[in-house]
């Protein structure tokens, strides 16, 4: 079977030949100022001529360089940690405190704004800035208690991709190509990268695709009639259709979401869409279909909004008191309500309400922060500042704070779990800040303000990351020896060096001011003849290697690695409690549900609490503990398989919430049986001597279900499997026997036709079955004879003569032709030191079953890559659409919105009422409807001075001279 692709090696060759270049180029540059200056008699008037020349190439450059090792440190951090990940632990304890921690500390750094607006620039950063800290939390510490919170604080991220992109659109009226290419930047320029170099799809980083769509959807709101834009009424009656169609994409008929999202995207299982990339898509748009709306409406009734505000705090104290009074009570039962009769629903009740009840909240949350111009005024700098790396400290936290995806945690410093947290949150949150430098630095650089120079060097971009991933894809999967691979690739990234410096050095000395600026032309026009002749040189020397096919292994080959038990046992002297408890901590090892063994993201390790007698005497004797640890180092056939202890989620996602397996054989099998129910956190269950054990269809709603059936020789299990097909439909066989037939049958000869009957009665019947299960295998356990209790075991099951039957039963069923794999318990328990943990030569510690359960866990990765089994109900499907879609309640949201855009008020008419009812008559004339009835009557220059002051009082983009974005006060993450 051909090799898979490993699309992240590619990615990370990708980047590693372009920062490689950029090096290389700046590198160059140093070179040739040395020269310049050797050989000058006037030393430092050439050293300021040789900076000023070479500052911009050479400030691009170290960008890009710099860019490249971050990308290639997450890379290095997913891939080929220098210590194994951690698995998360729920932690709701460990959350509070630092949530509490990092809120009463930037409680003391108060900063004052420039003005008292609503909503003023700072005051979003900031709002930003907590919500985003607790989102990280929420994800560090697997705590779930709070999922319905963290769905709220996504909700205003959205809101604020509305509100901060209609106010730009509205005051700016920039809605050129130029503005729509450099927010594409600003949203995905990272993201893209990320996943060239982690191979993964662009809906794992939902965040992304998210923002990007409701920006387009405001765009294009603003952009088409954009003449009504400035009209009496003309704008709320095109928000209003945009309602509608809102309403019916996502509500009324679901049916034109697939056909407008369907004809792109796939319904096929893939890498962050596990319903496929339509539903992901569906689930997560849905979540928030009305967000972004709400907030382009608030930012269109801003300024009544906002100067109602002002008109209350020139109110005298006593009215100004009652009014401010009656607007917190409002918002505070409000939200006290939302918490009491929403955010206690269950999370998959709880997802269907947050398109419609989320704003609740969010808006409670506005008036309360802004409810006098002191709370206004002031903000704090340092969420304001953390706030500004929103979208950075997302993407990093995939690889370089968690690590797998955001689904285990990164170590730095084994054994201290909190010194592992205090560094690697440092480590991350430098990374974010450094990342958010470069992504604005380089959009200064490539997307200028001019359309044509924007247009051309996004072209120039896709093509060098085109021509590097091209080069990249080609040593990766034909040179297999990894160091020629890495002379090939600086070999080119010398040649692309030389033909760009070559250029360089024939540009005269006034344009080298500009050479960043004109570099992409010239590329265009002079580099390509050297890169060409290059690349099929290249493509010459690979095609004349013998080596086709990279390193990464197969699922096949992963399957029979596993059957060789990829790992070793470790011993390790006994713990005292407190220093178990320490270890366990350390570790992220979490105690089974039995005492004898524990289980971490990399390793299983056993007590002193052996089995029988023999762990009695090794206590008081030379107690030791036992670790198994996966090996996929450089050398050992799991490299690349990714083998690792997997934790009871990660089993129970693994195996699918409808899966259903059915286990077969001897007490051997029942112990296997009773490893996987705890490996995946289903309840404990009574040993019962020759009995089945919870029969498929009695488990626990939403959780797989796991049955044994006791059947302890092979023609035991050929007489009751075809019952058991057809009435549990399983999608996993294990079957464990041999041990039986060696000491009652006594008869090799026949034993070998009972197994031969049993795999062709399985063939016969497949074809009949709706599921077609995967085969397990799990062999006899090592015998230890000298410990064989009884005369009858050590004349007729001894290991020599247990072997025979392992032998056998191994050999017909890879003759079978049956999708199957093999856990070999055998080895497992070939320790010499496993002696010591049998009580009777035969039965072991609970230690040695719970690896074999996860070896038997992550063999099933490898089979459904492999094609043999979708354990997973509906997989290679995907889940349809339409099943979040509550008509009712998103007519109500229709009739909210109109409420909104008839009274110009984003609190659907309530205060204007409080102003009517206790403002007293200069408030009611400053706030007329009549005076001011919209917001877009109002000239644009006053608008602007509302929001803040627009381009001029906005903060400069770093490294540049533009100052820009102002009244964006959301959208970049």
Same mark, same amino acid.
């Given at each position: 079977?051909?090799?898979?692709?490993?699309?992240?090696d590619?990615?990370a060759?990708c980047?590693?030949?372009?920062?490689?270049?950029?090096?290389?180029?700046?590198?160059?540059?140093?070179?040739?100022?040395?020269?310049?200056?050797?050989?000058?008699?006037s030393v430092?008037?050439?050293?300021?001529?040789?900076?000023?020349?070479?500052e911009p190439?050479?400030?691009f450059?170290?960008?890009?360089?710099?860019?490249?090792?971050?990308?290639?440190?997450?890379?290095?951090?997913e891939?080929?940690?220098?210590?194994?990940?951690?698995?998360?632990?729920?932690?709701?304890?460990?959350?509070?405190?630092a949530?509490?921690?990092?809120l009463?500390?930037?409680?003391?750094?108060?900063?004052?704004?420039?003005?008292?607006?609503l909503?003023?620039?700072?005051?979003?950063?900031?709002?930003?800035?907590?919500?985003?800290?607790?989102?990280?939390?929420?994800?560090?510490?697997?705590?779930?208690?709070?999922?319905?919170?963290?769905?709220?604080?996504?909700t205003?991220?959205?809101?604020?991709?509305?509100?901060?992109?209609?106010?730009?659109?509205?005051?700016?009226?920039?809605?050129?190509?130029v503005?729509?290419?450099?927010?594409?930047?600003?949203?995905?320029?990272?993201?893209?990268?990320?996943?060239?170099?982690?191979?993964?799809?662009?809906?794992?980083?939902?965040?992304?695709?998210?923002?990007?769509?409701?920006?387009l959807?405001?765009?294009?709101?603003?952009?088409?009639c954009?003449?009504?834009?400035?009209?009496?009424?003309?704008?709320?009656?095109?928000?209003f259709?945009?309602?509608?169609?809102?309403?019916?994409?996502?509500?009324?008929?679901?049916?034109?979401?697939?056909?407008?999202?369907?004809?792109?995207?796939?319904?096929?299982?893939c890498?962050?869409a596990?319903s496929?990339?339509?539903?992901?898509?569906?689930?997560?748009?849905?979540?928030?279909?009305?967000?972004?709306?709400?907030?382009?409406?608030?930012?269109?009734?801003?300024?009544?909004?906002?100067l109602?505000?002002k008109?209350?705090a020139?109110?005298? $104290?006593q009215?100004?008191?009652?009014?401010?009074?009656?607007v917190?009570?409002?918002?505070?039962?409000?939200?006290?309500l939302?918490?009491?009769?929403?955010?206690?629903l269950?999370?998959?009740?709880?997802?269907?309400?947050?398109?419609?009840?989320?704003?609740?909240?969010?808006?409670?949350?506005?008036?309360?922060r802004?409810?006098?111009?002191?709370?206004?005024?002031?903000?704090?700098?340092?969420?304001?500042?953390?706030?500004?790396?929103?979208?950075?400290?997302?993407?990093?936290?995939?690889?370089?704070?968690?690590?797998?995806?955001?689904?285990?945690?990164?170590?730095?410093?084994?054994?201290?779990?909190k010194?592992?947290?205090?560094?690697?949150?440092?480590?991350?949150?430098?990374?974010?800040?450094?990342?958010?430098?470069?992504?604005?630095?380089l959009?200064?650089?490539?997307?200028?303000?001019?359309?044509?120079?924007?247009?051309?060097?996004?072209?120039?971009?896709?093509?060098?990351?085109?021509?590097?991933?091209?080069?990249?894809?080609?040593?990766?999967?034909?040179?297999?020896?990894?160091?020629?691979?890495?002379?090939?690739?600086?070999?080119?990234?010398?040649?692309?060096?030389?033909?760009?410096?070559?250029?360089?050095?024939?540009?005269?000395?006034?344009?080298?001011?500009?050479?960043?600026?004109?570099? =992409?032309l010239?590329l265009?026009?002079?580099?390509?003849?050297?890169?060409?002749?290059?690349?099929?040189?290249?493509i010459?020397?690979?095609?004349?290697?013998?080596?086709?096919?990279?390193?990464?292994?197969? $699922?096949?080959?992963?399957?029979?690695?596993?059957?060789?038990?990829?790992?070793?046992?470790?011993?390790?002297?006994?713990?005292?409690?407190?220093?178990?408890?320490?270890?366990?901590?350390?570790?992220?090892?979490?105690?089974?549900?039995?005492?004898s063994?524990?289980?971490s993201?990399?390793?299983?390790?056993?007590?002193?609490?052996?089995?029988?007698?023999?762990?009695?005497?090794?206590?008081?004797?030379?107690?030791?503990?036992?670790?198994?640890?996966?090996?996929?180092?450089?050398?050992?056939r799991?490299?690349?398989?990714?083998?690792?202890?997997?934790?009871?989620?990660?089993?129970? $996602?693994?195996?699918g919430?409808?899966?259903?397996?059915?286990?077969?054989?001897?007490?051997e099998?029942?112990?296997?049986?009773?490893?996987?129910?705890?490996?995946?956190?289903?309840?404990?269950?009574?040993?019962?001597?020759?009995?089945?054990?919870?029969p498929?269809?009695?488990?626990?709603?939403?959780?797989?279900?796991?049955?044994?059936?006791?059947?302890?020789?092979?023609?035991?299990?050929?007489?009751?499997?075809?019952?058991?097909?057809?009435?549990?439909?399983?999608?996993?066989?294990?079957?464990?026997?041999?041990?039986?037939?060696?000491?009652?049958?006594?008869?090799?000869?026949?034993?070998?036709?009972?197994?031969?009957?049993?795999? =062709?009665?399985?063939?016969e019947?497949?074809?009949?079955l709706?599921?077609?299960?995967?085969?397990?295998?799990m062999?006899?356990?090592?015998?230890?004879?000298?410990?064989?209790?009884?005369?009858?075991?050590?004349?007729?099951?001894?290991?020599?003569?247990?072997?025979?039957y392992r032998q056998?039963?191994q050999q017909?069923?890879?003759?079978?032709?049956?999708p199957?794999?093999?856990?070999?318990?055998? $080895?497992?328990?070939?320790?010499d030191?496993a002696?010591?943990?049998?009580?009777d030569?035969v039965?072991?510690?609970?230690?040695?079953?719970?690896t074999?359960?996860?070896?038997?866990?992550?063999?099933?990765?490898?089979?459904?890559?492999?094609?043999?089994?979708?354990?997973?109900?509906?997989?290679?499907?995907?889940?349809?659409?339409?099943?979040?879609?509550?008509?009712?309640?998103?007519?109500c949201?229709?009739?909210?919105?109109?409420?909104?855009?008839?009274?110009?008020?984003?609190?659907?008419?309530?205060?204007?009422?409080?102003?009517?009812m206790?403002?007293?008559?200069?408030?009611i004339?400053?706030?007329?409807?009549?005076?001011?009835?919209c917001?877009?009557l109002?000239?644009a220059?006053?608008?602007?001075?509302?929001?803040?002051?627009?381009?001029e009082?906005?903060?400069?983009?770093?490294e540049?001279?533009?100052?820009?974005?102002?009244?964006?006060?959301?959208?970049?993450?």
């Amino acid at each position: 079977m051909a090799a898979a692709i490993p699309w992240h090696d590619v990615g990370a060759g990708c980047i590693a030949l372009i920062g490689t270049v950029a090096l290389c180029i700046l590198a160059s540059l140093k070179l040739d100022s040395l020269s310049n200056i050797l050989k000058s008699g006037s030393v430092e008037r050439l050293v300021v001529e040789t900076e000023q020349k070479f500052e911009p190439l050479s400030k691009f450059c170290k960008d890009i360089v710099i860019l490249c090792f971050i990308l290639l440190f997450t890379y290095q951090c997913e891939y080929y940690p220098v210590f194994p990940h951690l698995a998360k632990e729920h932690d709701m304890d460990m959350f509070w405190f630092a949530t509490l921690l990092f809120l009463a500390y930037s409680f003391t750094r108060w900063q004052k704004s420039r003005s008292d607006d609503l909503l003023g620039r700072e005051q979003t950063e900031e709002w930003k800035g907590w919500m985003q800290f607790m989102f990280l939390l929420y994800h560090y510490c697997a705590a779930s208690e709070v999922y319905n919170i963290i769905r709220v604080m996504i909700t205003s991220y959205l809101w604020m991709t509305g509100f901060g992109n209609f106010s730009f659109f509205y005051i700016k009226k920039d809605y050129g190509i130029v503005r729509v290419l450099q927010m594409m930047w600003r949203l995905n320029f990272f993201v893209f990268l990320l996943m060239i170099v982690q191979g993964n799809t662009y809906i794992l980083y939902y965040i992304c695709p998210l923002h990007t769509f409701f920006f387009l959807a405001t765009w294009l709101t603003m952009r088409v009639c954009s003449n009504l834009n400035y009209s009496k009424w003309g704008v709320r009656v095109k928000l209003f259709v945009v309602a509608v169609i809102i309403f019916t994409i996502w509500d009324a008929a679901p049916w034109l979401f697939d056909f407008i999202f369907g004809t792109f995207m796939g319904r096929a299982p893939c890498k962050g869409a596990t319903s496929g990339f339509l539903y992901e898509w569906y689930f997560r748009t849905s979540l928030d279909h009305w967000s972004t709306f709400l907030g382009m409406i608030f930012a269109l009734n801003y300024p009544f909004t906002n100067l109602w505000f002002k008109e209350l705090a020139k109110l005298p $104290a006593q009215s100004q008191t009652k009014i401010t009074a009656i607007v917190a009570a409002v918002a505070l039962t409000l939200m006290v309500l939302w918490f009491c009769f929403v955010f206690t629903l269950p999370k998959l009740q709880y997802n269907n309400t947050n398109a419609f009840l989320a704003p609740v909240p969010m808006l409670s949350y506005i008036l309360l922060r802004n409810l006098t111009p002191l709370m206004r005024t002031w903000y704090c700098d340092i969420l304001h500042d953390f706030g500004k790396t929103t979208l950075e400290t997302y993407l990093l936290q995939h690889h370089v704070w968690l690590t797998s995806n955001a689904k285990t945690l990164l170590q730095l410093i084994p054994g201290h779990p909190k010194c592992n947290f205090f560094v690697c949150t440092i480590l991350y949150f430098v990374l974010s800040r450094e990342t958010h430098r470069l992504t604005m630095s380089l959009r200064a650089v490539v997307l200028p303000d001019s359309k044509l120079p924007c247009l051309r060097n996004t072209c120039l971009f896709f093509a060098v990351l085109g021509v590097s991933y091209g080069i990249s894809f080609l040593l990766v999967t034909q040179v297999q020896v990894l160091f020629l691979r890495l002379g090939l690739l600086a070999l080119i990234a010398l040649a692309f060096t030389a033909g760009v410096f070559r250029i360089l050095q024939r540009t005269s000395s006034e344009e080298y001011g500009n050479a960043v600026k004109d570099l =992409s032309l010239q590329l265009f026009e002079k580099a390509p003849m050297l890169g060409l002749i290059f690349f099929l040189l290249l493509i010459f020397t690979l095609r004349m290697s013998n080596s086709s096919s990279s390193y990464a292994p197969s $699922a096949m080959d992963c399957l029979t690695a596993l059957s060789s038990v990829p790992g070793s046992w470790i011993s390790t002297l006994p713990l005292a409690d407190k220093q178990a408890r320490k270890l366990r901590s350390g570790n992220h090892l979490a105690v089974s549900e039995v005492s004898s063994s524990w289980h971490s993201d990399s390793m299983t390790v056993s007590s002193c609490l052996g089995a029988g007698n023999a762990a009695k005497m090794n206590q008081v004797a030379s107690c030791e503990m036992r670790a198994f640890r996966f090996d996929d180092g450089p050398g050992s056939r799991a490299l690349g398989c990714n083998f690792r202890f997997l934790s009871k989620d990660s089993a129970r $996602a693994q195996l699918g919430k409808d899966a259903r397996v059915v286990v077969f054989g001897d007490s051997e099998a029942r112990n296997l049986y009773y490893s996987i129910r705890r490996a995946i956190g289903l309840p404990a269950v009574n040993v019962k001597a020759h009995e089945d054990l919870t029969p498929v269809g009695n488990g626990t709603a939403g959780m797989p279900e796991v049955a044994f059936v006791w059947a302890p020789r092979a023609s035991d299990i050929s007489s009751r499997l075809p019952g058991v097909l057809a009435k549990d439909k399983p999608h996993v066989l294990i079957m464990s026997f041999g041990l039986w037939d060696a000491l009652h049958g006594r008869d090799l000869s026949g034993f070998e036709q009972s197994v031969q009957g049993l795999w =062709s009665k399985l063939q016969e019947t497949l074809p009949t079955l709706s599921v077609k299960p995967l085969t397990v295998w799990m062999p006899p356990p090592t015998i230890r004879d000298q410990q064989l209790n009884s005369k009858e075991k050590k004349q007729h099951m001894t290991e020599a003569q247990v072997e025979g039957y392992r032998q056998k039963a191994q050999q017909s069923l890879s003759s079978s032709g049956l999708p199957h794999f093999t856990v070999n318990l055998a $080895a497992v328990t070939a320790l010499d030191a496993a002696q010591l943990d049998s009580a009777d030569g035969v039965h072991y510690s609970p230690i040695y079953y719970d690896t074999a359960a996860q070896l038997f866990l992550n063999g099933l990765t490898h089979a459904q890559r492999a094609g043999k089994v979708q354990v997973k109900e509906g997989a290679g499907k995907g889940k349809g659409t339409g099943g979040m879609a509550d008509v009712l309640a998103s007519l109500c949201m229709l009739v909210a919105v109109a409420f909104m855009l008839v009274a110009c008020d984003s609190y659907a008419g309530l205060l204007p009422l409080l102003a009517a009812m206790l403002g007293g008559r200069e408030m009611i004339k400053a706030v007329d409807l009549k005076s001011n009835p919209c917001p877009c009557l109002r000239p644009a220059a006053a608008l602007e001075r509302e929001h803040g002051g627009g381009e001029e009082g906005s903060e400069k983009d770093v490294e540049t001279g533009q100052e820009r974005e102002k009244i964006l006060a959301s959208s970049a993450s």
